[in-house]
């Protein structure tokens, strides 16, 4: 089990807004447990699941219409496993 954490900005004039929900609706559809931050989505899952998430929710952004897309991606993956709520502990 791995974590991630990814943000995927358009290049667009005016709001982000509805690109960045195409994006956390894909996220949303693949039945990972996740959560929205204010400056990016975290992901849990096996490491492919995790690519195969982002790199679709990438995909979703430059469909709706962005004429360009960053996405940016941390990863900590650990072969005894690691969860969301795991990095979190003893921190909130």
């Known amino acids: 089990m791995a974590v ?3 943000s995927v900005v358009p290049v667009v004039d005016g709001s982000l807004r509805e690109y ?3 994006a956390i ?3 949303a559809a693949s039945g990972l447990r996740y959560e929205v ?3 990016g989505t975290t992901v849990e899952g096996e490491l492919d699941e ?3 998430v982002i790199g679709k929710a ?3 952004v430059l469909a ?3 004429g360009r897309v960053i996405t940016s991606i941390k990863i900590d993956d650990r072969p005894a496993g690691l969860s969301i709520d795991g990095k979190l502990e003893g921190l909130v």
Do not use: T
């Open 4 to 6: 991630a954490e990814f």
């Open 20 to 22: 960045v929900r195409e």
């Open 25 to 27: 609706d894909v996220v």
């Open 37 to 39: 931050g204010a400056m």
């Open 50 to 52: 995790l690519l195969a």
């Open 58 to 60: 990438h995909r979703a």
């Open 64 to 66: 709706r219409g962005a």
